[in-house]
């Protein structure tokens, strides 16, 4: 998509003004473990594949990878969750302090054990994957932690990242809080959204699902067509009372429903797929970022749509720079 010189000006500027914008994270940590190696033979003891390791990596997924995107792309970042009193959860912790985000609002909890999810990769294929994680809300008095961290945490900050992974930190309480303080503080509150909680998501300024998550949302069977994507962006909005809804759509781009009868239909900018693992993460970092540095809905989601178009070329979950942005749309 090319775009005209005074839009790309206005985009470059708001990339410029991305450094030192405060943006809070609240939502589902955890350690995403790749152990990485060779195959020449089967197993004697088992019909399996024996991986001759030659190494192993740790870094920061669920709502961690957002912090990572946000991170790299220069914002001051806040960080809300639950880790455990684990290796895990002092990895985590010791990433995020590492890479200059604010972890004063995780809470640890003893009773929970950090998610973390081992990748075990033999010749760039993903041999099995086994996890360690306590799934469910937090203790009441957990809960109340968190509540004290959001508020204290909310006030400093430009922007509120709401990253819904299912595993219990998002519930309905927080959102009670959350989303009201937000609006009245008037910041943009985005939410990259799970089925279960979607309709207390009411009132936020975008929900980003992917399509297959937007149909899951309305508890419907996907059709296809863009008429019911259309259909389902509206149907999306007029549920929730939200400002936008950014429906991720792959292949086909995206597709940005406002408040008011506006759409906008953007086109993937992606020149080769490789992965796209923690793709949602780069747009709803990239576009709560652009809204936080005063960009329109649209020329957010121009840029998360850029933003994503370079991720998906790298291998693993990946993140953007400044640089590469801007880079981007020259």
């Known amino acids: 998509m090319a775009l005209p010189p005074a839009e790309r000006r ?40 024996v991986v001759r390791v030659t190494g192993e990596s740790f870094i920061p997924g669920g709502a961690g990878n957002v912090v990572s995107n946000l991170a790299a792309l220069g914002a001051a970042v806040s960080v809300v969750g639950v880790v455990g009193e684990d290796e895990a959860g002092r990895r985590l912790l010791d990433h995020f302090r590492a890479g200059g985000a604010d972890v004063e609002g995780v809470c640890v909890d003893v009773e929970r054990q950090t998610t973390q999810k081992c990748r075990v990769v033999a010749e760039r294929q993903q041999a099995v994957r086994f996890d360690r994680e306590t ?15 959001l508020a204290e945490e909310l006030a400093k900050a430009d922007a509120v990242i709401l990253s819904d992974y299912g ?25 990259d959204p799970k089925p279960e909680h979607f309709r207390k998501y009411r009132g936020v300024t975008c929900v980003t699902p992917n399509t297959a998550e937007a149909w899951a949302c309305m508890r419907r069977e996907p059709r296809a067509g863009q ?3 259309v259909a389902l962006g509206r149907d999306i909005l007029k549920t929730l009372n939200s400002r936008s809804v950014l429906i ?7 597709s940005l429903f406002e408040d008011g ?25 990239t ?16 840029l998360a749509n850029q ?23 020259k």
């Open 167 to 191: 595993k219990g930190v998002i519930g309905p309480r927080l959102l009670a809080a959350a989303i009201p303080a937000a609006r009245r503080r008037r910041l943009p509150i985005t939410v």
């Open 307 to 329: 933003a994503a178009g370079i991720v998906v070329g790298k291998l693993g979950t990946a993140t953007v720079s400044p640089d590469e942005l801007s880079g981007a749309l």
């Open 287 to 302: 576009l709560t970022l652009a809204l936080a540095a005063g960009a329109s809905l649209p020329r957010a989601a121009v």
């Open 248 to 254: 991720t759509r792959g292949a086909d781009g995206m």
């Open 227 to 229: 008429e019911a994507i």
């Open 10 to 49: 206005e985009l470059l500027r708001t990339i410029a003004a991305f450094r030192g914008r405060r943006v809070l994270v609240v939502g589902d940590l955890m350690l995403d473990q790749y152990i990485r190696g060779s195959v020449s033979r089967i197993s004697p003891e088992a019909p399996v594949p």
């Open 261 to 285: 009868g506006r759409q906008t239909h953007i086109p993937t900018v992606a020149r080769e797929v490789f992965d796209v693992s923690g793709a949602g993460d780069t747009v709803i970092s």
């Open 135 to 149: 799934v469910g809300p937090p203790s009441h008095a957990t809960e109340t932690r968190l509540l004290a961290s």
